[in-house]
């Protein structure tokens, strides 16, 4: 994990060596956690479930807060399936969000991140309404030891990339096939009918697997309002998100699949090729809290 300059863990570490819990210390804890960008709404409800567990364990050790505060986040994020559904073959994944979030690394990131599994990535080059895009997510497949299927002439239609993205992948027994998509049209709505149109030509072809959402976590609950069209509209079945380090909060996490309803599935920490990650509840609130 990156360097854990967001770790809730530095700033609850006087708190709970505290020789008893007492109003400073839930103080302490909000005002932590609102910090580490749970947002007030997961804040309240986080710290009023703790409350109820102390008074109900009659418990004024700090040391039982912390213990508890770790079992309370690992529950919460127990309630979502980061499980990434990748068995059909070809696997195909939908890669969306607006632009600037860090879609194309991310990419890059994931295929890396499959081929360390030993599984066989194409990429399909479907924003073509960019041309230094291309350019740029063949560099990011190439870093990941994915293969590439680029539009054929400027212009392509994104459906029709799509489509002989999954042919490739067919011919050749490539396992999985992610999908770059347009991150920004003239309208919204024109943007949704261009994924639309994707997703139909794909399913013609293979089952779509995964659509995942990139977000920027610096951008906080801002990010998840720019997305809200593609998870209105795109059938999002998980979150990605990216930046997830120096400034960034790991408390968005929870924010933002509470706010969604939908997974965090990948947790992209860095700029490296290899600094994305599985989401695995334990591990993170381990991270977090320490």
């Given amino acids: 994990m990156a360097e854990r300059s967001w770790s809730l863990g530095r700033a609850l ?3 709970f060596v505290k020789p008893v819990i007492d109003e400073d210390t839930w103080d302490d804890l ?35 807060l912390q213990r508890m ?21 070809p696997a195909v994944v939908l890669v969306v969000g607006v632009n600037g979030v860090g879609k194309t690394t991310t990419i890059g990131k994931f295929a890396n ?6 599984r066989s990535i194409v990429v ?36 029709s990339v799509a489509f002989q993205t999954i042919e490739y992948a067919k011919s050749t027994g490539t396992e999985i096939v992610l999908i770059d998509t347009a991150g920004r049209l003239h309208t ?12 139909r030509v794909v399913e013609k072809q293979a089952p779509i697997s995964e659509v995942l959402l990139v977000l920027d976590a610096t951008t906080g609950q801002n ?11 795109a059938g999002v079945t998980g979150l990605v998100l990216t930046k997830l380090d120096g400034s960034a909060k790991g408390g968005f996490v929870l924010a933002v ?28 609130v381990e991270a977090l809290v320490g």
């Fill in 124 to 159: 399909g080059a479907a924003d073509t309404f960019r041309a230094a895009a291309v350019d740029q997510l063949a560099t990011w497949a190439e870093r990941g030891g994915a293969a590439i299927v680029r539009p054929q002439h400027e212009g392509q239609d994104p459906a």
């Fill in 113 to 118: 991140f499959l081929r360390r599994y030993g």
């Fill in 13 to 15: 570490r006087g708190m």
């Fill in 188 to 199: 919204k709505g024109g943007l949704m009918d261009e994924l639309g149109k994707i997703r």
């Fill in 69 to 89: 505060l770790k079992e309370t986040l690992e529950e919460h994020f127990a309630r979502f399936d980061t499980t990434l559904r990748l068995t059909e073959r």
């Fill in 30 to 64: 909000e005002t932590a956690l609102l910090t580490a960008d749970f947002g007030p709404d997961v804040t309240e409800r986080l710290v009023d479930e703790l409350r109820e567990k102390v008074d109900r364990f009659r418990t004024t050790d700090p040391k039982d």
């Fill in 257 to 284: 699949q509470e706010t969604t309803g939908i997974p965090v599935k990948l947790l992209g920490q860095g700029e490296g090729i290899s600094d994305l990650t599985g989401f695995t509840p334990h591990v993170f």
């Fill in 223 to 233: 990010g998840v309002l720019q997305a809200q069209a593609f998870l209105e509209h």
